[in-house]
């Protein structure tokens, strides 16, 4: 997908945001909360000035920069890069993200590298790619309702709807919207379900068989 969306996800006790489109990390929001957790005020904890202008972090940043020019994908260009407004702050690189988090705590480092370097938003992505799928596949059948399929895929995985729930999705979530999008895209394709209606029942049957009631 290319709309790009900021994801909040878990990293131990911490919120992390994260950016779909570039992947970039709001280091801000990590520092803050890191900052509250020691019971430091911005004024007397850590700050992002701090790490960008230590000797290895500079030497890394140039490292880094020499990777990103060789890099086809436009997106990927920058190290980091401060924005106003709403969910505003300094983002971050993935790479540079994984250094700043361990500069914050080395304790760190484990938690961090599995975070960094799970399929989450692979997952999201594909959920993307695979809706647009299961679309194309879907308006061949008269009657098709793009927010009502996307409502029932939402009962089936989340027990609930909502416009952000993609979001906050775990990695098992976005898997299992993935794994419904795909089958019922091919069974539209295969001509096994003929028709909008149809195709709602069968959704509501995996509800049932999931949930054992049907809300939508």
């Given at each position: 997908?290319k709309?790009s969306?900021v994801?909040?996800?878990?990293?131990?006790?911490?919120?992390?945001?994260?950016?779909?489109?570039?992947?970039?990390?709001?280091?801000?929001?990590?520092?803050?909360?890191?900052?509250?957790?020691?019971g430091?005020?911005?004024?007397?904890?850590?700050?992002?000035?701090?790490?960008?202008?230590?000797?290895?972090t500079?030497?890394?940043?140039?490292?880094?920069s020499?990777?990103?020019l060789?890099?086809?994908?436009s997106?990927?260009?920058?190290?980091?890069?401060?924005?106003?407004?709403?969910?505003?702050?300094?983002?971050?690189?993935?790479?540079?993200?994984?250094?700043?988090a361990?500069?914050?705590?080395?304790?760190?480092?484990?938690?961090v590298?599995?975070?960094?370097?799970d399929q989450?938003?692979?997952?999201?992505?594909?959920?993307?790619?695979?809706y647009?799928?299961?679309?194309?596949?879907?308006?061949?059948?008269q009657g098709?309702?793009?927010?009502?399929?996307?409502k029932?895929?939402?009962?089936?995985?989340?027990?609930?709807?909502?416009?952000e729930?993609?979001?906050?999705a775990?990695?098992?979530?976005?898997?299992?919207?993935?794994?419904?999008?795909?089958?019922f895209a091919f069974?539209?394709?295969?001509?096994?379900?003929?028709?909008?209606?149809?195709?709602?029942e069968?959704?509501r049957?995996?509800?049932?068989?999931?949930?054992?009631?049907?809300?939508?």
């Open positions: 997908m709309t969306v994801m909040v996800r878990k990293m131990g006790k911490f919120d992390v945001s994260q950016r779909t489109g570039d992947e970039m990390f709001n280091a801000t929001l990590l520092l803050n909360q890191w900052n509250e957790s020691i430091a005020s911005g004024r007397k904890g850590k700050r992002i000035d701090d790490f960008l202008n230590t000797q290895s500079k030497e890394f940043l140039v490292a880094l020499d990777d990103l060789n890099t086809e994908d997106r990927y260009l920058k190290t980091h890069e401060t924005t106003r407004g709403k969910n505003g702050g300094t983002w971050m690189n993935p790479l540079l993200f994984i250094d700043f361990m500069w914050l705590n080395p304790t760190f480092k484990l938690s590298l599995k975070f960094v370097y989450l938003i692979q997952e999201r992505k594909l959920a993307g790619d695979n647009l799928v299961l679309s194309s596949s879907g308006v061949k059948l098709y309702k793009f927010s009502e399929v996307a029932a895929i939402q009962w089936i995985v989340y027990g609930k709807t909502g416009k729930l993609r979001q906050s775990t990695e098992e979530q976005l898997k299992e919207i993935n794994e419904i999008q795909m089958k069974a539209i394709d295969m001509n096994y379900i003929k028709t909008y209606p149809q195709l709602i069968e959704l049957e995996m509800y049932r068989i999931k949930k054992r009631k049907t809300p939508f």
